[in-house]
Each structure stands twice: as structure tokens, then as C-alpha cells.
């Protein structure tokens, strides 16, 4: 009876000590990232029609870096003419706004991601 015990305390041991480490060696890799955006400009503002715009910001990854992805919506339509360009840690997001834009509802999206904690930032305008 006591073999038993002993062995059963033994598995139980085992198995709580491979948790205890599989969490050090998770927490150690940097599941929990972390993401942080900050809007420096917008150019230029407001917004014209026909004319070129630009979102400036600052994202910072931590401890490596993620995935960022920029979405414009014009009047509540996906506009994907969009250019993204990212030079660590500055993200800009540029695109020429149609002509027919002129009073709709400019919205700009930036979202970043890591390790599955996505921040996001959103923007909107009314177009002159």
C-alpha cells in the first residue's frame, strides 16, 4: 500500500514540476507581448480631397517586433489604395484621397500585433 502512495506522489510531483517550468519557459519567451502605438502627426489636417494624407506613428514592440496593418474606410467604404511603411519603431500610413471624397468620413485604422496582444488606434476626419 505504501509503494503505491509513494508512486502516486511521485507521478503528481512530476507533473506539477513540469507545469512550474513549462510556465518559467513560456513567460521567459515572451508570450505576453506587449504593444504600444503613438499617433505623432497627421498631415494634412484636415483632410482635402484629391490630395495626398499621411498618419505618422510611433509603435514599439516589446521584447521583439510584430506585425502592424493599416485600414482606411471613406464613407463607410474599404479604401485599400494605402501605402504602409514601417522604419523601426516609426510607421506611416499614406494615400491619396479621391476627389469624390470631399465631406464624407475619412477613418484610419492602425493596428499592431504580438504574440496575440493586437493594440489598435483609430482615427477619423471629415474630408474638405
Known amino acids: 500500500m505504501i509503494s503505491w502512495l509513494a ?5 503528481l510531483l512530476a507533473a506539477a514540476a513540469t507545469l ?9 519567451h515572451g508570450v505576453a507581448g506587449d504593444v504600444r502605438i503613438e ?3 497627421v498631415t ?3 483632410p482635402r480631397a484629391a490630395q ?9 514592440f516589446a521584447p521583439a517586433p510584430g506585425s502592424i496593418r493599416c485600414n482606411v474606410w471613406i464613407g463607410g467604404k474599404r479604401f485599400r489604395d494605402i501605402r504602409l511603411v514601417w522604419d523601426d519603431p516609426t510607421a506611416r500610413c499614406y494615400l491619396r484621397l479621391p476627389a469624390g471624397a470631399r ?16 493594440t489598435r488606434t483609430t482615427l477619423a476626419f ?3
Do not use: N, Y
Open 44 to 46: 494634412p489636417r484636415p
Open 39 to 41: 499617433v505623432l502627426s
Open 20 to 28: 512550474a517550468s513549462s510556465a518559467l519557459a513560456s513567460s521567459a
Open 7 to 11: 508512486a502516486l506522489a511521485a507521478v
Open 52 to 60: 495626398p494624407f499621411a498618419l505618422v506613428a510611433r509603435v514599439e
Open 103 to 118: 465631406g464624407k468620413r475619412l477613418t484610419v485604422g492602425l493596428a499592431a500585433t504580438l504574440d496575440g496582444s493586437l
Open 126 to 128: 471629415r474630408v474638405s
